[in-house]
DNA sequence: ATCACACTTGGAGTTAACTCCAAGTCAAGA
DNA sequence: TCTTGACTTGGAGTTAACTCCAAGTGTGAT
């Protein structure tokens, strides 16, 4: 697959793939015989993978120490795992503040509500009198 | 109450907040007889309230419109409420995703356990022949 | 009176994460 | 063969959101 249809498919621009890899946020791409980049399915899955973590929040300088790790074989299993579960630890951490956040929306719209109500009422009452 | 006791109990730097201000993230804030800025409870609880925004997602230029509105006073309320309504929806959206990254890690470390595991059977074995 | 210090302002600098650009290569079609 | 167009690279530019800086001011202690 070539770099336009990639970046189509999920939606990531060419610059963005490239610069991705530059940075080692995706392994290295293998290149065609005329130094073009062919990604294969697996390409493809970490580059899905990697939006999507970022997308959740993962910063960049871990998920490039996850790919390095990823990269060097078998052996790093269980600090690649190490760095997931402290991720997810984080992840929910911030889930958890959202949902407070959410709650204090949803608190001040309410509250809205009842404002906005009271505010007609008192410009009905001109007219009700 | 002046800058730096505002910034250490609502830990945000000086600086920010007197960004957040010139941007119009925060209402002005009163300035005594020397110029110099006097934080009132209220100007607390909007810094607060920015903060506990900002670190939820919401965009500085949608809570910049929604300071300018409050300070037009209460014919502005409706529009107010709009805004909280809408990010809401997009809050709970980026809720909804991260929920389903969560899992997705939950997987993959699931994964790595059962992976790790069987690595170390894999060198068990010679031992046990 | 003068020194230190917490504050003021406008504006410049920084960082992360892209995003764009220029110059060059290669393959395919007119 | 020439042109077109999709790709390559290294490097420069951009944007958001701070963060820092320099020059100046007012207040309180020595």
Redesign the pocket.
């Known amino acids: 697959m070539?770099?336009?249809?990639v970046s189509e498919k999920l939606d990531i621009?060419?610059?963005?793939l490239?610069?991705?890899e530059?940075i080692g946020l995706l392994p290295r791409?293998n290149?065609n015989?005329?130094?073009?980049?062919d990604y294969s399915e697996e390409d493809c899955r970490w580059i899905e993978f990697i939006k999507c973590m970022?997308s959740a929040g993962l910063?960049?300088?871990v998920l490039i120490e996850y790919v390095r790790l990823f990269q060097q074989g078998d052996e790093t299993m269980e600090a690649r795992k190490e760095i997931l579960i402290e991720q997810r630890k984080q992840l929910l951490k911030r889930m958890e503040d959202m949902q407070e956040t959410l709650e204090r929306l949803e608190y001040k719209i309410a509250s809205y509500e009842e404002k906005v109500v009271k505010a007609e009422q008192t410009l009905k009452k001109p007219e009700e009198v």
Do not use: C, F, L, N
């Not at 621009?13 to 963005?16: A, K």
């Open positions: 070539m770099i336009a249809e621009s060419q610059d963005t490239r610069y991705y530059r791409v290149r015989q005329s130094g073009i980049r970022r910063p960049i300088d």
